[in-house]
């Protein structure tokens, strides 16, 4: 696995709510970074909280999860880590 961790989102697009990569770091896009990863024989991971922020203050999932999840796909990741630096506390808040 090569997995990406914190840091490489920079907003939500404004029409659709999807990730957007961070376009300094990622220039290409992520998909283009999945197919090299893929076409190395390795597996790709990524990275998202499931609060509003991630630790580094990145959009995080929370009420995105299903975008997110359609965006993770389409991107080709293999493997998600989800962190809860901004998530909520107890369950029932969640």
């Known amino acids: 696995y090569i997995n990406i961790d914190d840091c490489w989102s920079r907003q939500r ?3 659709t709510g ?3 990569p961070d376009e300094q770091t990622f220039p290409e896009g992520m998909e283009v970074v ?3 990863i893929h076409d190395k024989g390795l ?3 990524m990275y998202t909280d499931r609060g509003l922020w991630t630790c580094g203050a990145r ?3 929370a ?3 299903q975008i997110d999840a359609r965006t993770f796909a389409s991107w080709g990741v293999d493997f998600l880590k989800v962190d809860s630096c901004n998530a909520p506390r107890t369950p029932r808040e969640a």
């Open 13 to 15: 697009d404004a029409a």
């Open 18 to 20: 999807a990730l957007v």
């Open 34 to 36: 999945s197919k090299y």
């Open 43 to 45: 597996k790709f991971g």
């Open 59 to 61: 959009p995080g999932s």
């Open 63 to 65: 009420g995105h999860e």
